[in-house]
């Protein structure tokens, strides 16, 4: 029992991490019907600003905080006005393109600048955790959690209690109803990029600490919480999270009960149920086709 909680708390932290990163997923596809897979890049830009901010240059942690968010918002509105707005009134296959296009160029520049050598980067507290009876709570882990809840209560109260939030879920729902409305469809949309690299930044400063901050990281957590947007149902807010939840969980327990190495494989094992047993997701519902 004392390892299934301690497994239990692991796999919360790592999926509350997934939980982000779809939320971002779940929000540009809602705004635009489009899926950005450049979502995850945003994770590994964001915590390569903190290592060039805080350990290269040496400034403060919170200082570097607050600019790599920053950064990420300007990254936001660089991706929303150099890939989805030329493309704003194509199908959404050559947005999608351009997504995979947007990845792999801002994987590779990062490579170019930076290199390919992994950097460490440290926490936000110097005590590294707690002992609560049987379970050992990292300290980091504890963050991303904390964050996670606080982040699910703003996205509710946003939403549904402010008039911008409504704003955006018109937009989402019907663009051009929206705009016979008064509302300035582009500015939600620019809105909601710029929230949706925040959340990914976010998600991949938080999560550093735990990895080493690399390349790859970004690719990896993207193709997780992707899965986590379909396990959970796509396009549903909730959905994003919980699957993301779930999908850590899992995958903690069958590295701890199954196979390491093969841990990133379970993932997409309970991918492939769903999309077999359940294609709709967790909350999605199913959609009958008229004759």
Known sequence: MDLILQLLFTGIGIGAVYALVALGFVLIFRATNVVNFAQGE???????????????LGWPYWLSFLIALAGMALLGI?????????LRHRTYLPVIIATIGASILLSNSVLAIYGPQPQVLQGWFDTPGIQLGPVYLDSQYLLIIGVTIFLVFFNFWFFEKTLLGKKLQATSQDKEMASLLGISVSTMIMITFIYS??????AGI???????????????????????????????????????LALGVIETFGAAY?????????????????????????????????A
Not at 214 to 242: E, P
Request: hydrophobic share 60%; no cysteine.
């Open 42 to 56: 945003f994770s590994m830009v964001a915590a390569y600003l903190m290592v060039v901010f805080s350990v290269d």
């Open 197 to 202: 690299a925040v959340l990914g930044g976010l």
């Open 206 to 244: 938080l999560v550093a600490p735990v990895l080493f901050v690399s390349i790859q990281m970004g690719s990896t957590i993207a193709l997780k919480a992707f899965a986590a947007t379909i396990i959970g149902g796509f396009g549903d807010v909730a959905g994003a999270i919980v699957g993301g």
């Open 258 to 290: 199954v196979s390491v190495p093969y841990k990133d494989g379970f993932a997409f094992l309970v991918l492939i149920a769903f999309l077999i047993f359940r294609p709709q997701g967790i909350f999605g519902e199913r959609v009958a086709e008229k």
């Open 78 to 86: 660089f991706f929303n006005l150099g890939v989805y707005y030329p």
